[in-house]
């Protein structure tokens, strides 16, 4: 069983920055693509970054994109998304996911039924 657990979340001022982990134990962690999520209030949750099992391709939802960067260190079995130039509508609570079965999706595919593994997400509030 792969346990993903979140942390780095908080309250930011609009413009400021945040650094997101997600750690992962139980499961071959290097061998598995990643995701960001998240879920604002009264919202659906929506698809924010990918990064493939080898760290080479990312993908980001065009509303982050410039803004955000999802990285993974497969020694320390972490992911990570920095977050900059943070904005009011960027508030929300942020997922990360695990997708075991890499072979099956393409590195642009956002649907959330590609990730099989999730953590309990970490708050993330940026006031204006």
């Known amino acids: 069983q792969v346990l993903l657990v979140e942390s780095g979340g908080g309250l930011v001022q609009a413009g400021g920055s945040l650094r997101l982990s997600c750690a992962a134990s139980g499961g071959s962690f290097s061998h598995y693509a990643m995701g960001w999520f998240r879920q604002a209030p009264g919202k659906e949750r929506e698809f924010v970054a990918s990064i493939s099992w080898s760290g080479v391709a990312t993908h980001y939802a065009d509303s982050v994109k410039g803004r955000f960067t999802v990285s993974r260190d497969s020694a320390m079995n972490t992911l990570y998304l920095q977050m900059n130039s943070l904005k009011p509508e960027d508030t929300a609570v942020y997922f990360c996911?695990?997708?075991?079965?890499?072979?099956?999706?393409?590195?642009?595919?956002?649907?959330?039924?590609?990730?099989?593994?999730w953590g309990q997400g970490t708050q993330v509030t940026v006031s204006s």
């Open positions: 996911a695990a997708d075991p079965e890499t072979w099956a999706y393409s590195d642009s595919d956002e649907r959330e039924d590609r990730f099989d593994y």
